[in-house]
């Protein structure tokens, strides 16, 4: 039986700003069956670029070379430095599963100066434009990976010793006017677009994408019994109201166990806090009049109430199973990314404890 891997992907800092995000974390949970598990934002230095880039090139092929080259030029180019008001930023995304960095290489594919089909993320959202005597005249990755099992052991563990320093919140990363009224608000792609590796974690960022808004912030979440109570404690009072105390009570502990994978009265104490066993990634986005743009694109509570092109339209099946959460004002924005602690870095432990298994 194989071993478990982990295996990585980057979301280059153009793809981000072309809001590729959910087109390509679509195709890479759907295709490769793998276990999404961890995933940070980072706003690259100079040094962590430099020492990413001067592994990139291993290959002894004069042609895959050649593309390793492009690559190493392209992270020292385009992971550093202001442009258009804006730092690079990059999302890395961790999967784990058998096979995984295989799978990973299947589904990224390599750029090549070639026709190709759109059967890989790179034939997708890569070029590599040429022109007559064979220069390269434009490269664009679109996401960047390593396919050897060791060279991804090096990248993650190089990659969280920068988790701290250049990874988190990047909510200084762009430039807005003085005046410009900013601000941020948190997403939850809910556990109903986890059940089975498929488009839709993907289709929802694609969707919010319609925004306008900056992602700042991503994590893949296990929300506690004990997060999740603090998290739905204003929907209580308000289910008790509507449909009276037992039942009222029933339908809330419906919606914890639904996000935590456990009812509060099932629970005991001593592990209220542990993580559940339930996923969502939590997402922050950054922007003018953020709060609203989220939740317009989102839609109402009830998806049959949701306007057509919504996320709740196309993704929701039902009041609670309605495919993602957004604050409602700035200010519950800032304590709900408290309760789920969007500031912790899960992302470095996850690396160091994989391998100290090992």
């Known amino acids: 039986m194989q071993t478990e891997e982990l295996a990585y992907v980057v979301v280059t800092p153009y793809s981000m700003r072309k809001s590729r995000t959910g087109g390509i974390v679509g195709r890479l949970i759907s295709r490769t069956g793998l276990d999404l598990v961890g995933g940070r934002m980072f706003a690259p230095s100079a040094e962590l670029a430099k020492r990413y880039a001067d592994t990139v090139v291993t290959e002894t092929d004069p042609r895959h070379r050649a593309t390793q080259e492009l690559i190493r030029e392209y992270i020292l180019r385009n992971f550093t430095g202001e442009r258009n008001g804006q730092q690079p930023r990059v999302l890395f995304l961790i999967f784990r599963g058998q096979d995984a960095v295989e799978r990973i290489h299947r589904t990224v594919g390599h750029i090549l100066h070639e026709r190709t089909s759109g059967e890989t993320i790179r034939d997708t959202y890569g070029d590599y434009i040429t022109d007559d005597s064979g220069k390269v005249t434009y490269f664009e990755p679109g996401v960047l990976a390593s396919f050897d099992p060791k060279a991804v052991e090096r990248d993650l563990k190089l990659w969280a010793d920068f988790s701290d320093s250049d990874g988190g919140i990047l909510d200084r990363t762009i430039r807005f006017p003085a005046d410009a009224q900013i601000e941020k608000t948190l997403v939850l ?53 509507k ?76 009041i609670m199973i309605n495919a993602a959460h957004a604050s409602d004002s700035p200010e519950n924005a800032k304590h709900e990314m408290g309760i789920i602690q969007i500031e912790e870095n899960n992302f470095k432990p996850l690396i160091e404890n994989f391998y100290h298994r090992q």
């Open 189 to 241: 792609i809910k556990p109903d677009n986890f059940k089975f590796p498929n488009l839709r974690p993907g289709g929802v960022i694609e969707v919010f994408s319609r925004s306008g808004l900056t992602i700042i912030g991503f994590k893949v979440h296990c929300m506690s019994v004990a997060q999740a109570e603090e998290f739905y404690g204003p929907v209580l009072p308000v289910l008790e109201k």
């Open 243 to 318: 449909l009276g105390q037992k039942n009222g009570r029933q339908n809330w502990e419906s919606i914890i166990e639904f996000m935590a994978g456990r009812k509060p009265s099932e629970c005991p104490p001593e592990e209220r806090d542990a993580p559940g066993t339930e996923k969502s990634i939590a997402i922050v986005y950054q922007g003018v009049d953020a709060v609203r743009k989220i939740r317009d694109v989102l839609g109402p509570t009830d998806p049959a109430k949701a306007p057509p092109g919504s996320i709740r339209r196309e993704f929701g099946q039902t």
